[in-house]
């Protein structure tokens, strides 16, 4: 039996999952908070309650994620783009590529048939082309986040952002709600902002099909059909797209686990994740 562990601390929400032999056996999502230490100390004694498994039981851990440098008792760290890029192809085998949304970044990937990356973009720093964006719309508009994609689908006069910054964004919407738009008009304008953000980028990479799109994001229907209408396509989207880069973190710890170590005189590393594809993948 070979059990193996992934922690994503993001900025907003971080996660985690078990799997053993491909198979998930836990997961678990909360809020970050502050101290990504605990947060991770947290998940991972969720994870491990869940499974009924002590910690001496996990074969291997991965961490990424921002935060992932405060998974101290992780084996090694790896860039989520990895990840999400492995993560989407044991899921969908032909995609070839993926709009991944995450808190703080949005990134478009294209794979090969193993999951390994052949290119990709990612969003500038400024957060509204993230996942951050909706969430601080949705505070302002007082609504859970959950509900804001189906609520915005009732939209018939989406609101105009005239302003590519999340920060000015907000105080754009502040306006509006002052200005009397609806809350779905700005919901809906909120989306379509968003949607060409992700569609600038997936072109940027060079549009492929079939495509996926995963991060918490992808579970508002709303920017899905944004999305979908600028680009022309459909999209698929995982039952439960949060866990895409967990599933893919967790078959890199196999993967990870079983390569032969090879003595070599120790370099410094300035690098705290590797964008690297591991040599046996």
Known sequence: ??????????????NGVITEDGKLLAYHLLTSGVNYKQTAQKIRDELLEKAKLRPEDISFTVATGQGANNVVFSNQQVADIRCCARGINQIFPLVKMVIDVQGQSSQVIRVDEHGHITNFAVSEKCASGSGHFLEVIANILQMPLEDIGAFSLR???PVVFSTSCAVFGESEAVSRVAEG???????AGVNKALAEKLAALAHRVGLEEPCAMSGG???????????EEKLGIHLLVPPQPQFVTALGAAILAKEESTKPVTLVQA???????????????
């Open 1 to 14: 039996m070979a059990l193996f562990m992934w922690i994503d601390i993001g900025s907003g929400t971080s």
């Open 155 to 157: 939209s018939s006069n």
């Open 181 to 187: 738009a609806s809350k779905e008009d700005i919901l």
């Open 217 to 227: 994001a992808a579970l508002n229907i709303g920017l899905v059909k944004k999305v």
């Open 267 to 281: 370099k410094p590393d300035h690098s705290s994740v590797s964008l690297e594809e591991p040599d046996i993948l």
